[in-house]
Structure formats: structure tokens, C-alpha cells
């Protein structure tokens, strides 16, 4: 008898959860490194002139209330699910700063990259969709798919034109054009990050609807950040790059969040 499912509701909690903790714990550890250099940097300077002491403890302070704040407008943001004030720019900290080291965190606590990645994505797309606001025009958005959708054995060339497609059906491709062109929204499908970021400078999306493994949309969430990009895991039955496919309807469905207005 094979086990019950996880409920969706229960999953993403679960990525919360793993997001929030691992946050916290990064949190404290740069605390520990802030207090203690401060300590260390105290004793030092107190033999310099006893001035400079207090200019270091008031420097430990600050830096400690500033990522307090920070930390504590992330974890709330989350909770709620709501873009709070300056959450935008708080967001831009803990993706370049925060994650790299929740990424390092995670395995010495039993928690692999694929699962910090994992809940990241996760909690990436909440955070876009609840601070949907405005109808985002779809020539200004931007369905980006990795070449590994395409059957391993197809001889035509789809990255550098994604009409070379004969639209066969033996791969998502072709209902991926189908979904696009009824949007009317741009397609393109990149190799690796380097066509990635040529693809998103050439096209100059407002939003992109990205197709890729954990490692691969979270490193792209974290270098076209600011530009929002809503991330949509592959599936791997034959192993990573191989022949991937995509839940079709997921990504019809975030289409259809942003090119509404709330």
C-alpha cells in the first residue's frame, strides 16, 4: 500500500517552515560573529584610546538594530504573505546576502540545497503574487524555458529561434508555444545563465515566468534581481538536463495571475 500524499497546503507550510528557520538561524549566527568581533575589536582599541571603544560598541549596535529590522520585515513579509514597506528592497539584501549562506547552513543541519532552494522558490513566488498589484502587459513578459524541455534526440535548433520548432508533441515545447502565442506572450528557450541574461536584455521583460531545476532559477531569481521572476520547477524522470518535462497548466496559471490586475 503506497503512503498518502501530502496535501499542498501542509507542503508549503513545510517550505516555510524550512525557509523561516534556516533565516533565523543565519540571522543569529551573523549576530554571534557582530557581537563577538565587537568584543574582540573592544579590547584592542581600549589600549588604543578608551573613545574608540565606545565608537566600536555604538558600530555593533547600530549594525545589530539595522539587521533586525531587516531580518524582522523579511520573516513577517513571509508570514503574511505581503509586500510591507521597504520589503522590496529588504528582499534584494536577503537574496544576495541571506540565501548564499542559508545555502552553506542547510546541509550542516540536515537539510539538503535542493530543499533550501526548494522552499526559497516557494516562498519567492508567494511574495510576487501577493504584491501583484497592476496588469502587466504581455508583450512585457517573458516565458523562459531551459533547452533540456526538448527531446534529446530533436536535430532542430530551437534556442537560437524557438519557431524552428515543428511543434511535434513528443516534448512540452510545443504546447509551451501553443500557451504563449494564445497570451501573446513572449518565448524563448536558453542553454545555460550566460543566454539567460542575453535573452532578459534583448527582451527587457517587466516580469519573467521561468522554467528550470532548483539551482538554476534560484541562481537566476538572484542575478536578475530586482526584476521579479517567478520561478516553476521542471520534473526529472530520466535524470537533471535530460529530457525534462513541465506541468503545462502551472505555468497557464501564472500567466494568468499576472496578466490580471488584482
Known amino acids: 500500500m503506497s503512503p498518502p500524499k501530502?496535501?499542498?497546503?501542509?507542503?508549503?507550510?513545510?517550505?516555510?517552515?524550512?525557509?523561516?528557520?534556516l533565516l533565523g538561524l543565519t540571522f543569529a549566527l551573523i549576530m554571534l560573529l557582530i557581537l563577538v568581533g565587537g568584543w574582540i575589536a573592544t579590547i584592542g582599541l581600549n589600549h588604543l584610546h578608551p573613545g574608540l571603544t565606545l565608537i566600536a560598541q555604538i558600530i555593533a549596535g547600530l549594525a545589530f538594530i539595522f539587521l533586525s529590522g531587516i531580518i524582522s520585515a523579511l520573516i513577517l513579509s513571509i508570514l503574511l504573505e505581503k509586500d510591507l514597506p521597504f520589503t522590496q528592497k529588504i528582499r534584494g539584501l536577503g537574496i544576495k546576502l541571506f540565501l548564499p549562506l542559508m545555502e552553506h547552513l542547510g546541509p550542516r543541519l540536515g537539510v539538503s540545497k535542493e530543499n533550501v532552494r526548494n522552499s526559497f522558490i516557494e516562498i519567492n513566488n508567494r511574495l510576487l503574487v501577493s504584491g501583484h498589484r497592476h496588469t502587466i502587459p504581455p508583450e512585457r513578459m517573458l516565458l523562459l524555458l531551459p533547452h533540456c524541455l526538448q527531446r534529446a534526440d530533436c536535430q532542430r535548433r530551437i534556442t537560437t529561434s524557438i519557431d524552428n520548432c515543428q511543434q511535434c508533441g513528443r516534448c512540452n515545447i510545443d504546447a509551451l508555444i501553443k500557451l504563449a502565442s494564445a497570451h501573446k506572450v513572449r518565448i524563448a528557450v536558453a542553454t545555460g545563465g550566460t543566454l539567460a541574461r542575453k535573452i532578459v536584455r534583448d527582451h527587457r521583460p517587466k516580469i519573467?515566468?521561468?522554467?528550470?531545476?532548483?539551482?538554476?532559477?534560484?541562481?537566476?531569481?538572484?542575478?536578475?534581481?530586482?526584476?521579479p521572476v517567478y520561478g516553476i520547477l521542471n520534473q526529472r524522470p530520466e535524470g537533471p538536463c535530460w529530457n525534462t518535462i513541465v506541468d503545462v497548466s502551472e505555468i497557464e496559471k501564472a500567466l494568468q495571475i499576472f496578466l490580471k490586475k488584482v
Do not use: Q
Not at 208 to 227: K, N, Q, Y
Open 6 to 21: 501530502t496535501s499542498e497546503p501542509a507542503f508549503k507550510t513545510s517550505k516555510k517552515r524550512i525557509f523561516i528557520s
Open 208 to 227: 519573467i515566468i521561468a522554467v528550470a531545476c532548483e539551482r538554476d532559477l534560484t541562481s537566476g531569481i538572484h542575478d536578475t534581481f530586482p526584476l
